[in-house]
């Protein structure tokens, strides 16, 4: 009778069943808010690292912009000992590389005799069929238009007019961006890429001034490279400036500005144009390589 009871005692079989599910149940819930739990937290350090990079781009891209105010500034002034190229620290620690080119020392576009342009295309490209199609067509793009006579009678009036066109119709033949580089015939973008550091069209020079070339020109030309001396930019005159700042987390940011100065007398510079560099094979190790041994701006 003992034994009966104990039986009868039990649970019956559907309410273990159900006790048993909702444990089952319970565990799943609370591995699921535990995994929940994990990707909200690997998220939010996920944000917050790419937050953390953001902001460091922005501050490099901030403190090259200022590097290449400052290399303005420095050709501005009247210090004797402002040369380029330069390295410093910018005050929030970044490390800046600058670069000052004179566009007398690059291949003008639009005043380059053809032997220079086919030279110069041709060792860019590895290539002497291809750079001579070049060089062609850069002096056919850049070569007016034939005007229109309408007629074999003019006056002064009309000679005038004939004059303002031609000068109009060269102004526009001509190459005025070495961006319009990607209009000519057999040009490519790794090509394109390459040929905008030793490129210009401020020049006016039917071939560039040994003495104001880079190092890398003048190897791309077969010169001797020589000593790659500082230099202080001669005035008035068009230049590149480039500056390479590294942040203290090892980030990389290169701004470019095409810039006159002492061009003109109501303004004592004019920026033309704001690039985003590229990063040149060698620039990155070149840099870390590198420690600033003085501040660019003293307070």
Request: overall charge positive; hydrophobic content about 40%; glycine content about 8%.
């Amino acid at each position: 009778m003992q034994h009966r009871r104990d039986l009868s005692d039990r649970p019956p079989f559907a309410v273990r069943n159900r006790e048993g599910f909702a444990l089952i149940t319970v565990i799943w819930g609370l591995g699921l808010l535990t995994l929940l739990g994990a990707t909200v937290i690997v998220g939010a350090r996920y944000r917050v690292r790419t937050a953390q990079a953001d902001g460091s781009v922005l501050a490099s891209a901030a403190a090259a912009e200022s590097a290449v105010n400052f290399a303005i500034a420095s050709i501005l002034s009247s210090a004797p000992n402002t040369s380029f190229p330069t390295r410093c620290r910018m005050p929030g620690g970044e490390q800046a590389d600058i670069v000052v080119e004179e566009e007398v020392g690059k291949i003008d576009l639009n005043a380059a005799s053809q032997p220079i342009l086919e030279r110069f295309f041709t060792a860019l490209a590895q290539d002497k069929t291809r750079g001579a199609r070049i060089a062609q067509s850069i002096v056919h793009f850049r070569r007016p238009p034939p005007r229109k006579e309408a007629g074999n009678q003019t006056t002064a009036s009309d000679n005038r007019t004939t004059q303002t066109n031609a000068a109009n119709d060269a102004k526009i033949s001509s190459f005025s961006s070495i961006l319009e580089l990607d209009q000519i015939d057999g040009m490519s973008p790794t090509l394109l890429r390459s040929a905008m550091r030793y490129t210009t069209t401020l020049s006016g020079r039917p071939q560039p001034i040994p003495e104001a070339m880079t190092p890398a020109l003048r190897l791309v030309m077969g010169l001797e490279l020589g000593r790659a001396n500082r230099r202080r930019p001669a005035l008035p005159g068009h230049f590149t400036v480039r500056a390479h700042v590294r942040a203290n987390d090892g980030s990389l940011y290169i701004r470019e500005a095409l810039v006159s100065i002492g061009a003109t007398s109501t303004q004592s510079y004019t920026i033309r144009e704001w690039r985003r560099g590229d990063i040149v094979g060698g620039s990155m190790d070149a840099l870390r390589a590198r420690e600033p041994v003085q501040a660019c701006i003293k307070f």
